[in-house]
């Protein structure tokens, strides 16, 4: 079975200041990890995800985040937040074989303060 | 490349009451994912359909259920409508198949029922 904890409900960080959301994953078996972001009334659009191709990876609007076995994080960041990061960001996880079910946290909301 | 489209967009029934729910998938996906977004209970997994056959079921009570099209296009039927049914119901998609795993999933706008 796969689960996913984000610490923090809410974060706020200013304009310009890097933005760090923690995800920790329990998986027995090797994970597939991503990340999506939620605007107000809308659905989910991934940012990125972990694969097992590389540990650190790249995904849209500046995210990456970096897959850490030896911690069981997959903890996302920005360098520089800017005002339209404001959303919500949910980590899900699931399994690496056959088409799965999504696992997602409890999501992290995220203010940035002008 | 259109994508995933749900409708209706919003919902209001009574408690009791039966609705259906309906979900295109993006061109080419033959995966279908339904889930749940009730306020406080975060995103709960329904159901996965996948080449028109059921694949994997959360732990939801038989009176949701649902179905897959020809065209890949899904359903969600949910009857005897209760209170906490109230949420934002959301479709995904994706290319399927039962091997390979780490498919991405693609989320349609969503479905906000509001039951009274």
């Known amino acids: 079975a796969q689960s996913v904890t984000q610490l923090g409900s809410h974060v706020s960080v200013s304009e310009g200041a890097l933005v760090l959301l923690r995800c920790n994953y329990s998986?027995?078996?090797?994970?597939?990890l991503f990340w999506y972001v939620q605007y107000p009334n809308q659905g989910l659009q991934l940012l990125l995800k972990?694969?097992?191709?590389?540990?650190l990876v790249k995904g849209i609007n500046g995210f990456e985040a970096e897959f850490k076995k030896s911690e069981t994080s997959f903890h996302l960041t920005k360098p520089s937040a800017h005002m339209s990061d404001a959303a919500e960001y949910f980590c899900?996880?699931?399994?690496?074989?056959?088409?799965?079910?999504?696992?997602f946290g409890t999501g992290t909301r995220l203010t940035i303060i002008p | 490349e259109a994508g995933v489209t749900q409708s209706p967009t919003h919902l209001i029934k009574t408690r009791g009451q039966q609705v259906t729910l309906r979900c295109s998938p993006i061109s080419g996906h033959t995966s279908v994912y339904w889930y749940q977004q009730a306020l406080g209970l975060g995103l709960q997994f329904l159901l996965w359909y996948d080449e028109g056959e059921e694949r994997n079921r959360g732990n939801f009570p038989p009176r949701f259920s649902g179905r897959q099209f020809p065209n890949y296009s899904s359903e969600l039927n949910v009857n005897a409508l209760e209170l906490e049914d109230s949420a934002l119901y959301l479709c995904a998609s994706s290319s399927g198949g039962l091997a390979g795993g780490g498919d991405t999933q693609y989320f349609g706008p969503g479905t906000r029922l509001t039951v009274l």
């Open positions: 899900a996880v699931s399994a690496n074989f056959g088409n799965e079910k999504l696992t």
């Open positions: 972990y694969t097992s191709a590389a540990t």
């Open positions: 998986s027995s078996v090797p994970p597939y």
